[in-house]
Each structure stands twice: as C-alpha cells, then as structure tokens.
C-alpha cells in the first residue's frame, strides 16, 4: 500500500480530501458541518458490524488573523461521536459529544444508519467572542481512528490529515465598524 501511495504521488495523481469540511458563519458564530468519506479502518468496522462500541474523535481547531500577537486560537475542542448496539432494544444507540457535553443522541435501526452517524455528525455551533467576530477565521479539523504510543513513550494517532477552510468576515459587520 506504501508504495502505491508513493506512486500515486509521484505521478502527480491527487488522491481525493478523506474529510469534507463546510463552515458558515453568522454575526456571533460559525456552524462547522463535515463527512468523513474514506471508508473506516478495518478494525472499527468489524467492531461496529459485532455490536461493540466505536468512537470517532474529531479535533477542532478555529484561529483568527492576529497581528501582534502569537496565539491566534479562537476556539479548540474536540468532537466525539459514538456509536453501539444496545441488544435489549435492537437498535444502535449514537452520540456527539462536544468537549465532554452529549450534544445530541439518536437511535439507528441499522449498522449502516450508525456509520452514517459517525461519519456524518450533525452540525457544530461555535459561539465567537466578541473582539473575533469581525476577524477572518480559519477552521481545522481531523478524524482520529486511534491513538497510542511506540515504545510507550512516543504519541502516535491513526488519522486523516488536516481539512481546512477560511471564513471571511461578514459585509453586514465590516460595514458596522
């Protein structure tokens, strides 16, 4: 599989986003929505097809155009989604979970109604502190399958890279100032 990918790269073929990211914004904060496209490892599909609990752990990261100042963070957080098979009901119970807060729960009939809610959470809404709302945004976000460590000291993740996207401020408050 290395070598493919190396190939691939090597060829100028562009392999397509694993994570679609769209973001808009309102006067006083920004609605995130994304879909992870590339298939789940194997391991979280066969634990998902056997009943067992899977989570998906989704970073946030929002940043604004500072001048003068090093830390551009507006907002960092971390979006987890769940879902597992309650046997008494038959049904998949499912979750998102915003920074330690169940955001919003649901029942799925099937396996695959849980993969879509695992890989296609409801949209997150990110209040703006007031000096940031008029600043350009930049929102950041990843799917992380796994993680752990090497030799037990080293971090390691299985994950997506990074999506992206830039928000420009509103004309509506530009016009304001």
Same mark, same amino acid.
């Given at each position: 599989? !290395?070598?493919?990918? *190396?190939?691939?790269?090597?060829?100028?073929?562009? @392999? $397509?986003?694993p994570?679609?990211?769209?973001?808009?914004r309102?006067?006083a904060?920004?609605e *995130? =929505?994304?879909?992870? *496209?590339? $298939?789940? !490892?194997?391991?979280? =599909?066969?634990a @998902?097809?056997s009943?067992?609990?899977?989570? @998906?752990?989704?970073p946030?990261?929002?940043?604004?155009?500072?001048?003068g100042?090093?830390?551009?963070?507006?907002?960092?957080?971390e @979006?987890?989604?769940?879902? &597992?098979?309650?046997?008494?009901?038959?049904r998949?119970?499912?979750?998102v979970i915003?920074?330690g807060?169940?955001?919003? =729960?649901? #029942?799925?009939?099937? &396996?695959?109604?849980?993969?879509?809610?695992?890989?296609? $959470? !409801?949209?997150v809404?990110? #209040?703006?502190?007031?000096?940031?709302?008029?600043?350009?945004?930049?929102?950041?976000?990843?799917?992380?399958?796994s =993680?752990?460590?090497?030799?037990l000291?080293?971090?390691?993740?299985?994950?997506? !890279?990074? &999506?992206?996207? &830039?928000? #420009? $401020?509103?004309?509506?408050?530009?016009?304001?100032?």
């Open positions: 599989m !290395p070598f493919v990918l *190396v190939l691939l790269l090597a060829t100028g073929i562009a @392999l $397509p986003d994570l679609i990211l769209a973001a808009s309102e006067p904060a920004v *995130v =929505s994304f879909r992870l *496209v590339t $298939p789940l !490892p194997e391991d979280l =599909s066969a @998902l097809d009943g067992a609990e899977v989570r @998906l752990s989704y946030f990261r929002v940043k604004a155009k500072r001048r100042w090093w830390d551009r963070r507006v907002w960092s957080g @979006l987890v989604t769940i879902a &597992a098979f309650d046997a008494i009901t038959g998949f119970r499912c979750e915003l920074d807060i169940i955001t919003k =729960s649901s #029942e799925a009939e099937s &396996a695959e109604e849980a993969l879509r809610w695992l890989t296609t $959470p !409801p949209p809404r990110i #209040e703006l502190p007031e000096e940031r709302r008029q600043a350009t945004l930049k929102i950041r976000v990843r799917a992380v399958f =993680s752990g460590t090497t030799w000291i080293f971090p390691t993740q299985d994950a997506t !890279p990074w &999506a992206e996207t &830039a928000l #420009e $401020p509103l004309p509506e408050l530009a016009d304001a100032l």
